[in-house]
């Protein structure tokens, strides 16, 4: 990463006035390597969290990513965790409830049977943590076409303690709109936390937008948080939780 931020800052001294887009590059991919110190001191002590293979960034969350997940599951430890789109994510969190969180179940949400028959046969996961499968399908939002889950109303009834919002992939407009279908289930006393993956592009936008106003028509009081290193994520918290946006 360091090369790659000398290479950039050359280009930028050759032609600073038309460069303005490298300039926000080399920011973001320095707030990343920062993020990956941080995140590396956070996991310092825990040694199956440093022995676990993990792949971060590109498709995967990165660093800044990883960092609020670690917090999040080490200090407020959620008794039950939803996991939209099955990978890195999956891995982290089934180890740690293999080791810290003795008596929390997670279920993974996964579009595509082969990546999960892939992923199996590299990690086993703990006998805590489920996989659903609920095949892609394209619904309408708002006149977009957008990327959904089929039948995932059916498939999951129960509400969760923490949502990670990081599938199915993601649509130009509405995307990853699934996570709309939980939180019309909130109830005003409802204690959450919601991780929102990739909120730097247009269509997580769009579906965040409409998250908050769902939550202000139930009347559910939330605070909002934004890391960003070469990509944005956004928590969105209840009052038990709101000192997440803030790690």
């Known amino acids: 990463m360091i090369s790659k931020i000398k290479y950039l800052y050359k280009k930028i001294?050759?032609?600073?006035?038309?460069?303005?887009?490298?300039?926000?590059?080399i920011l973001s991919q320095t707030k990343e390597l920062e993020w990956a110190h941080i995140y590396h001191d956070s996991i310092r002590g825990k040694e199956w969290l440093e022995k676990l293979p993990l792949n971060v960034g590109r498709w995967a969350g990165n660093y800044s990513f990883f960092y609020v997940l670690n917090r999040i599951l080490a200090d407020y430890k959620p008794n039950r965790i939803l996991d939209l789109g099955l990978g890195e994510s999956s891995k982290f969190v089934s180890t740690y409830l293999e080791n810290y969180l003795l008596h929390s179940t997670h279920v993974i949400v996964e579009q595509d049977e082969v990546w999960l028959k892939q992923f199996e046969n590299r990690f086993?996961?703990?006998n805590r943590s489920s996989i659903i499968h609920c095949p892609l399908e394209k619904v309408i939002i708002k006149d977009f076409e957008s990327n959904s889950y089929k039948n995932i109303n059916d498939?999951?009834?129960?509400?969760?303690?923490?949502?990670?919002?990081?599938?199915?992939?993601?649509?130009d407009r509405y995307s990853r709109y699934d996570i709309l279908n939980f939180v019309e289930r909130f109830e005003e006393n409802e204690e959450f936390i919601i991780m929102?993956?990739?909120t730097n592009r247009?269509?997580?936008?769009?579906?965040?937008?409409?998250?908050?106003?769902?939550?202000k028509k139930k009347n559910i009081n939330y605070f909002l948080g934004n890391y960003v290193g070469n990509k944005s994520l956004t928590i969105i918290a209840t009052t038990k939780y709101k000192f997440v946006t803030s790690l």
């Open 202 to 215: 247009l269509g997580e936008q769009d579906t965040l937008k409409d998250i908050i106003i769902c939550l």
């Open 13 to 25: 001294v050759k032609d600073p006035f038309k460069n303005f887009e490298l300039n926000t590059i």
């Open 196 to 198: 929102m993956d990739d």
């Open 124 to 126: 086993e996961l703990c």
């Open 155 to 171: 498939k999951i009834k129960e509400k969760f303690d923490l949502y990670i919002v990081d599938g199915p992939f993601g649509s």
